[in-house]
């Protein structure tokens, strides 16, 4: 655990498979010396993840593992607790966690999915939505459990769909109310440790 201004910092890990913009808004927020958590591993299933130069940038340990070798999770495990990772943030991460994992680490896990879950799990949430005429959709933070994106929730911000609206441009205006949700998700479940 890492001490800061007196205080202890709850350690946790971002997964991450991609572009990496949450996780960069995470350590962002952990940099701030009032933050209650330190950004202290990054996990990738993507050697090429553009996310993964914010490990140097940011000074902060990363694991590229290959998560298509079952045996993985063992390592990775490892990794966690000798880093002392008491939460897990996936990010963007398009791999699926074994049951056996998840309840190694149940109820530590969180994942933000773009959509207003329990509606349009899955991909190309963006595309499905305005395909429907839905009038909103949003951004949630959920707990992860063995079945995709149906963990409980923790936060869920709406966002109203413009006429206009494309899923490149709806996207884009969803992934900045997913900056703001993410670390207000991870403070509230560090708050109800
Ligand atoms: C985000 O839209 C997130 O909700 C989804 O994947 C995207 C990841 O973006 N799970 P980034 O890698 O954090 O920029």
């Known amino acids: 655990m890492i001490k800061l201004n007196g205080f202890k910092k709850i350690n946790v890990a971002v997964f991450i498979s991609g572009r990496g913009s949450n996780l960069k808004n995470l350590i962002k927020t952990a940099n701030n010396p009032n933050s209650k958590f330190a ?14 130069k914010l490990a140097k940038k940011f000074k902060i340990k990363k694991k590229i593992l290959n998560f298509n070798n079952k045996s993985i999770e063992k390592s990775l495990l490892f990794a966690l607790t000798e880093n002392n990772i008491k939460i897990i943030c996936l990010a963007g991460f398009m791999k699926i966690l074994s049951k056996n994992f998840i309840s190694k680490f149940n109820g ?3 994942n933000i999915h773009p959509s207003l879950l329990p509606k349009y799990k899955g991909l190309n949430t963006h595309s499905r939505v305005i395909r429907n005429k839905e009038r909103f959709s949003g951004c949630t933070v959920h707990f992860v459990n063995s079945k995709l994106d149906s963990g409980k929730i923790v936060l869920q911000k709406k966002v ?3 006429k206009r609206d494309t899923p490149r441009s709806l996207s884009s205006r969803i992934l900045i109310q997913e900056h703001i949700l993410y670390p207000k998700a991870l403070n509230k479940i560090i708050d109800s440790l």
């Open 108 to 110: 530590k896990i969180l």
């Open 39 to 52: 950004i202290s591993l990054i996990v990738s299933n993507n050697s090429k993840a553009l996310g993964l």
């Open 160 to 162: 109203k769909i413009l």
